[in-house]
Structures are given as C-alpha cells and as structure tokens.
C-alpha cells in the first residue's frame, strides 16, 4: 500500500479567543473554504441517514455550482441509510477518507476503507453503514445524470487509489499526475472524479480556461492556485470550488506532495438554455 495521506473534517468550536482571520473567499468566478471553517454549527443533518452529520461542501444555486452537489459525509458507529439518496436521476461518487464505509449494492456488501472509491449508477439500490468502532469520514458527490439516446448508462464500478496506476501529464517527468478510476473514453459517464497529486515543484503552467465546472478538496500537501485573477494558498481540507472559465493554475511548492479530489463535467454537449 502506498504512503498516502487524506485529510478528514472533525469539526469542532473556535475559542472565543481567537481572532477573526481567514482565508475564506467567495467571488463569482470561484471559492474557497478553508478547513477552518467546517466547524459543528455548520453541519447539516439528512432525512432517512442515522447517527450522520454532513458538511455541504456545493450545491446548485445562483453564482454558484451548477451541475453538482459535495457533501462531506460522518457517519458515527452504527449510524448510515438504508435510504440514501432521494433523487432516482442522481448519480454518486463515494470517497472514504477516514474509518471504514460499508456500502451495500444489490445484496453485495463491499467495505470501503480510506482511498476507497464508489460510483454508482443512477436508480442504483445502495445503502451505507459504518460497522466499525469509529467515525467513517468520506466525500459524496452527486450529479443528476444526462442521459443520451443511443448510450446505455454505466455501471456501478468499485475502486481504490491504490488500485489505478496514476497517468503522468506529459513532459512533467511524473511532476503532475492524475488517477482516473473511470476510462475518460467511456462516454457513458458525464462526470469524473479524480485524484490530481503535483510532487514539490509541479505546476499548472498555464492558465486553463475551459468549459468543466470544478471541485476540488485538498488531501494532502498545500500549494499557491491562481484562481481568476488571484493567487490564494490553500492547504490539506481546503475546498475550491472553480466556475466554468475561470482560468486556473497552479505551482505546488513542497515540502510534500500536493493532492486533491477532483470533479468535472464531462463528454456531453453544451447546453442551449440557461441554468
């Protein structure tokens, strides 16, 4: 197994002694939020999930996200759902962070532990529980799916980080790689979720500007991101949530690797209408 660290919300309150600093921001091409700010009052709770608290990392609204939803999910011992998820046109990816998820799909028990990856289909029949001793801790990313005439939908599919050998971005002599746990040839997906890790040194070097919606959650390591016009710093539990053209890049400056979850929206074409 390879050496491999994924930071994981444990809430909390800030003092009343502490100063009112932070590296939040909130523009209309992009955000951020800090880990510091995935405090307990800031938690949601969801119907139809027992002894679970979730951090809502996106969601659709106006000048913001569009295509997707991130929830940060803690499900205590014991706790989980057996009626997951409401929308039957939605999507999913399951990402483990800490402690271990046991995710249940058509009479199939699997236990994702920390790197575990999930997709699944929507319409699928899953549930999840934690039947371990201590708080399972991963990432939930939905999408509404969009089907096309003619493409049959994908399957559920059950992955680790360990598992996919990381694909190198050319001519970074391994600097900048990305872990694709889907085929980017399978055009039945429109959504990918990635695991993108710069060794120290590694760099965007240039500004993307392109058509895909961003998230993105910082794992491990800390990094500069140029984000628009601005360049921020971001570190281990930071979310970045970037808007369609919102040029982007990046230079990851040690002393450790730099990782983080990525989502995008992929292989459809742009839509006629507003939303």
């Known amino acids: 197994m390879a050496d491999r660290s994924y930071y994981a919300p444990h809430g909390g309150h800030p003092p009343q002694s502490q100063l009112l ?24 709770r969801l119907p139809f999930w027992n002894d679970t608290r979730a951090w809502i990392l996106a969601r659709p609204l106006s000048g ?3 295509t997707f939803s991130q929830m940060i999910m803690e499900v205590a011992p014991g ?7 409401p929308d039957a046109e939605a999507q999913a990816v399951l990402f483990v962070v800490e ?3 046991t995710v249940t799909l058509d009479g199939n028990d699997r236990v994702l532990t920390p790197g575990g990856f999930a997709y699944l289909p929507p319409a699928s029949s899953w549930t999840a529980r934690n039947d371990g ?19 049959d939908g994908p399957e559920a599919l059950f992955s680790h980080d360990d598992e996919v050998e990381p694909a190198q971005m050319p001519g970074t002599d391994g600097r900048w790689s990305t872990t694709r746990f889907v085929d980017p040839e399978d055009l039945r997906h429109d959504m990918h979720v990635t695991i993108v890790t710069f060794e120290p040194g590694g760099v965007i070097p240039f500004l993307e500007t392109h058509v895909m919606e961003h998230g993105l959650y910082v794992l491990e390591g800390k990094a500069a991101y140029r984000l ?3 360049w921020v710093e971001v570190e281990a539990g930071d979310f970045m949530w970037l808007r369609a053209f919102c040029p982007q890049a990046c230079y990851a400056g040690g002393p450790g690797r730099f990782r983080y979850l990525l989502y995008k929206d992929v292989n459809r074409h742009p839509r006629l209408d507003l939303r």
């Open 228 to 230: 628009n016009q601005d």
């Open 21 to 44: 600093t932070g590296r939040a921001v909130f523009t209309e091409a992009y955000a951020v939020l800090p880990a510091g700010t995935m405090q307990d009052i800031v938690t949601s």
């Open 79 to 85: 706790g989980g759902s057996d009626r997951p998820e």
């Open 99 to 101: 402690g271990e998820l």
């Open 133 to 151: 001793d201590t708080a399972a801790r991963f990432h939930w990313i939905r999408k509404r799916y969009e089907k096309v005439d003619g493409l």
């Open 64 to 66: 913001f996200a569009e």
